[in-house]
């Protein structure tokens, strides 16, 4: 499929995308580069790549496609690193969780012949770093391609067909409806999950034993959650400022109505509200988002 995939960052993210293009065979050549010696030092002992580069401008050179596997707040330094030693008519991508902003980054570079076409592999857990990556993360999960009016037919499909080489099932969207969906369905989510964790652990100290113990139910799933990589967290809230604003206040709306009708003993609103989010888990199953197994699937040790 490509002469030379060259994949920047290997984190989680990264290094399942390593590790699947390796089991798939699905370039000649695959060059990594990692700013963080720790992670280099893992891909070499568990012979993950053989070629790592030592700088960004020879991870790009002569490479066909190039993944950003990045915290968003790495790009403008990466890219303006890269520019002047990307392939003619290679295809940059990303694997980032917002879009809108770092489509201005590149655009700015006013770069010719070269192809800017981001996605977002809906695919993840909790942990972080190359230890965590697997080759299978993105089986049966979907990718979002964000296009534009006068990005290549030809270079979209091209890398539609990449990732569907990984296992996932592929979307194309706008940026803007890439931004807007995932502030509803990831970032709304992860606040929420911050402020439960933080408010739970903010009780009085004398139950946090307790509340560690007896976490089995909702607040240890909150906790999963709350416990993804901070540093990537952190530049999505910043990247996605405004959707994600707009998504908190219609949600503190909601959480005034829960609170009024609890306030006011009133049980048929309770039930009402109750019953109207009931049927959301049974979609998301029916989607093939998770499965109906007990405990979410989770494997015993």
């Known amino acids: 499929m490509f002469e030379k995939i060259s994949i920047i960052g290997c984190g989680l993210i990264g290094s399942s995308i390593l590790r699947n293009i390796n089991n798939k065979k699905i370039s000649k050549t695959i060059t990594v580069y990692d700013k963080a010696k720790n992670v280099i030092d893992i891909i070499k002992k568990n012979n993950l790549c053989d070629n790592i580069s030592k700088d960004i401008k020879s991870a790009v050179e002569n490479s066909d496609l190039v993944i950003l596997s990045v915290p968003l707040s790495s790009y403008k330094e990466i890219l303006l690193e890269a520019k002047d030693h990307f392939k003619k008519d290679a295809i940059i991508t990303d694997t980032g969780s917002v879009k809108k902003e770092v489509n201005k980054i590149f655009g700015n570079l006013n770069l010719k012949n070269i192809f800017w076409i981001t996605s977002h592999p809906i695919a993840g857990t909790e942990e972080s770093g190359p230890l965590a990556g697997f080759k299978d993360l993105f089986k049966n999960r979907w990718t979002i391609i964000c296009e534009n009016e006068n990005d290549n037919v030809d270079k979209i499909e091209k890398l539609k067909k990449f990732w569907e080489s990984l296992g996932s099932r592929v979307k194309l969207m706008s940026a803007e409806q890439h931004d807007f969906i995932l502030a509803l369905t990831s970032h709304l989510p992860h606040a929420v999950a911050y402020n439960i964790v933080i408010t739970a652990l903010s009780s009085d100290d004398k139950y946090k034993d307790e509340l560690v113990k007896y976490s089995a139910g909702g607040l240890r799933d909150f906790t999963r959650i709350a416990s993804s990589d901070p540093i990537m967290w952190r530049d999505i809230f910043l990247d996605n400022s405004a ?5 908190l206040n219609k949600f503190s709306e909601n959480l005034d109505d829960l609170k009024k009708a ?28 998770d499965v109906k197994l007990p405990d979410f699937g989770r494997k015993k040790s």
Not at 278 to 286: A, P
């Open 243 to 247: 959707n994600i604003i707009d998504i």
């Open 262 to 289: 609890i306030r006011d003993k009133n049980g048929e609103k309770l039930l009402k509200i109750f019953t109207s989010t009931k049927n959301i888990r049974k979609e998301i199953i029916k989607a093939g988002q």
